[in-house]
């Protein structure tokens, strides 16, 4: 399989240069330059298996031999057995058609642990091939952070930067990522929102001569598509449970950078039948405004009780819009670049095929805290803030009762007490591999939101100053 850039000025790459890359060269983001098909039968004959056993038979579609089967199955099987839940990703019924996908049973308690378990492993793979160091330079909203530290922070090829927004975090969330051990790994609080850590992030990538000799940078945000790769495997794992019995299945997915909902769009074109595919935003609604009223521009970033949604410029979009735009990556790069205050619109036929395939809805503070008290009793059944978005949005949104309606829960309540305590909840307790995470020592530098700053940072732990 090859990979091509959505802004079409980049020469097409192998899985593996995709991998240590993360960013295109033209800074556009990679995507397969075809799909594979899944036929009825081929779903039919997944059905019966493990989470590890389906992930080795979707991700070897995208691998496409480079990586011999024996090694990426190990490595599969390693990344999902350290999971809490035996199923990986259990789903909970909740009430009438709705279920909620429990994602949050990895090492650091939130679904970007499906995808960043997997992805130190193939770096360390594909690093140690090549006896190759990079450095790893991210940005987190919260829960990629500590996922990309616990799945990297192992290689003794990489050195890991993570940028986070000082103070718009939960504590939790910056606690996972500041008390990870280990002398590679350095955490930064950026002075300003995620959308200017990201900002740096792409920055870097497009001008790495700050770098020592020998290094290059690696991502682990889902500008990487093996991050995209790995979260499509949960949507047919959901999905497939309800095939004998239903015509398909419909999923609500909370989400600020698009990442995850275009796993679940590319289930879809890969051949797993999703009736509808519902985003659901906090008050930073930028896909929202899309999606509802052809309306893309950015307005003030807003701190909210579901901060790792606290996003206005969405990456994953740009590999939507080059479906959308039919491959016209001129329009794709126009598009992107053209981001601002100003309204972007499409075509309405553009704008009617978005919406053939996506539905939304905006989700404020009061109603995220009304969903998480009316779940709970309902059920009994706790849920994060996040979550309750999802939760929210799936009820709106609905068309088809008939049809099961999958909310993805993307991380434990006990990262989010000050949601749950809103909601009028108990606080939630940590699960007893984290219970002493408030002892634990803390280790972070605060920067200023400047390139120049993060980059000079870096130069010094890198030897290079």
Known sequence: MK?????????????EDVVLTGLAPDGGLYIPASLPHISADQLQAWKSLSYAELAFEVIRLFV????????????????????????????????????????????TLAFKDFALQLLGRLLDYFLSRRNKHVAILGATSGDTGSAALEGC?????????????????????????TTVPGSNVNNIAIEG?????????KQAFADQSFLPEGYSLAAVNSINFARIMAQIVYYFYAGLK??????????????GNFGDIYAGYLAKQMGLPVKQLVIATNRNDILHRFISGNRYHKTALEPSL?????????????????????GDTDRVTSFVTGLGNEVQQ????????????????????????STIR??????????????????????ECDRDVNIPMITLGTAHPAKFSAAIEKSGLDTPTLPPAMADLFEREERYTVLPNSLDDVTAFMQEKLGQV
């Open 64 to 107: 496409d031999g480079e990586i011999p089967d024996n090694e990426l199955r190990s490595m599969i099987d390693d990344s999902y057995a350290a999971f809490s839940h035996p199923d990986v990703a259990p789903l909970k019924y909740l009430y009438d058609n709705q279920w909620v996908l429990e994602l949050y049973c990895g090492p």
């Open 193 to 201: 929102n995620f959308d200017d850590c990201q900002q740096i992030v």
């Open 153 to 177: 922070r192992h290689s003794s090829f990489v050195d890991l930067f993570i940028l986070h927004p000082y103070k718009r975090v939960s504590e939790v969330q910056r606690r996972q990522m």
């Open 374 to 395: 009316d779940v709970w009793d309902k059920t009994g059944f706790l849920i994060d803030p996040h979550t309750a978005t999802g939760v929210k949005a799936a009820a």
């Open 3 to 15: 990979y091509i850039s959505t802004r079409g000025k980049s020469p097409e790459a192998g899985f």
């Open 242 to 255: 309800f095939l004998d019995d239903h015509e398909g299945v419909s999923f609500s997915v909370p989400t």
């Open 306 to 326: 579901s901060p790792s949604m606290d996003i206005m410029v969405s990456s994953n979009f740009e590999r939507y819009l080059f479906d959308l735009f039919q």
């Open 346 to 369: 499409v075509t309405e036929a553009e704008w009617s095929r978005a919406r053939e395939h996506f539905d939304s809805f905006s989700v404020d503070d009061d109603m995220t805290c």
